[in-house]
């Protein structure tokens, strides 16, 4: 069987949405990643990691990718991020007037909070670091509530 270019078979199975997201159109996991065969690959694999791989490269061991723009059924890998697991693991969600960011702790041991977003295809993005967890979620609360997020 030939082999369909990356290009065409990504063409195939995503649709764009006014977000910039690359909607994948196939089967979804019932945890809301898509799922891609391809090339005699029976183990279904996540989607966006697949895509991911072919367009920006292989992902570091142990990392794991993040999605910025909150939409799991996303391929684009402009909207992915890879994060330490240990980052994943520790990530929540605080949730303030429908925006959102994520909180984790480097290997090095620093806290980071994330605020990303995504609006009208344009990625944004603010983030504070530091050793001390409750400063750094304080500063990010801070902004958020400032309002800064929204402008
Ligand atoms: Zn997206």
Known sequence: MKRQPFETWLRERTSVTVDGCWNWELAINS?????????????PKRAHRYVYEQMVGPIPDGLVLDHL???RRCVNPDHLEPVTHQANLRRGWDALNGRSYSVYQTAEGYWVTAFSAMRE???RRKVFKGRNRALVEARMTAWLEDGRAAR
């Not at 945890?31 to 183990?43: C, F, I, K, Q």
């Open 31 to 43: 945890d809301g990643y898509g799922l891609s065969y391809r090339d005699g690959v029976h183990e």
């Open 69 to 71: 723009c909150r939409n």
């Open 121 to 123: 295809g344009v990625r």
